[in-house]
């Protein structure tokens, strides 16, 4: 997660006091200084295209709830060959968002009540304060994890000293000799 005194490159705040009733649409279309900022951020050698489309709607009492898509086209380098890979993350989500002072947020907790918790449910909300909520940074948190963390270029493999398979790639022989040495 970022510092909470970190902005996110695609930052857009939304007033949750002021929501429409059918919600409010929420287009983010990032621009190349951004992608740069975004491929920095995440360990990336570059994010070619970023979109998030959202709808940004009132839910129960006073909470809010997030949901949409975060579309990427990105380059990742192999982690065996360090070759770039080209790759198109796609990731739908919805969170649910509760104002800090919210009773809701607290049921269960109080009076050492029971919460239940379940692995394939939906995550228990998150809590905000203020009337904004920084739905571009929301975004980003999901784009972030569906990024493949070990990118491995297909046919790509670390041999071992009795591997009979092709040759050895530069990288491989120094990784060999470095290991060797300690």
Request: include cysteine.
């Amino acid at each position: 997660m970022k510092d909470a005194g970190m902005q996110s490159p695609v930052s857009f705040f939304a007033n949750v006091a002021r929501l429409p009733h059918k919600g409010l649409p929420v287009v983010i279309e990032a621009d190349a200084a951004q992608r740069a900022a975004l491929a920095e951020a995440h360990g990336l050698l570059s994010v070619e295209a970023y979109r998030a489309e959202l709808l940004v709607a009132s839910w129960k009492r006073n909470g809010v709830k997030v949901s949409g898509r975060v579309e990427a086209d990105i380059t990742q380098a192999c982690i065996v060959t360090l070759d770039p890979i080209e790759a198109h993350v796609e990731e739908p989500f919805e969170a649910l968002l509760l104002p800090e002072d919210s009773k809701l947020g607290r049921q269960g907790f109080e009076g050492g009540g029971e919460i239940l918790l379940d692995a394939d449910g939906p995550d228990s909300p998150e809590t905000f304060s203020g009337d904004t909520i920084d739905v571009g940074a929301l975004a980003e948190q999901f784009f972030g994890l569906a990024i493949d963390p070990y990118p491995r270029k297909p046919g790509a493999s670390i041999g071992t000293d009795d591997d009979t398979g092709p040759a050895e790639n530069e990288f491989q022989q120094k990784l060999r000799s470095l290991l060797r040495k300690s």
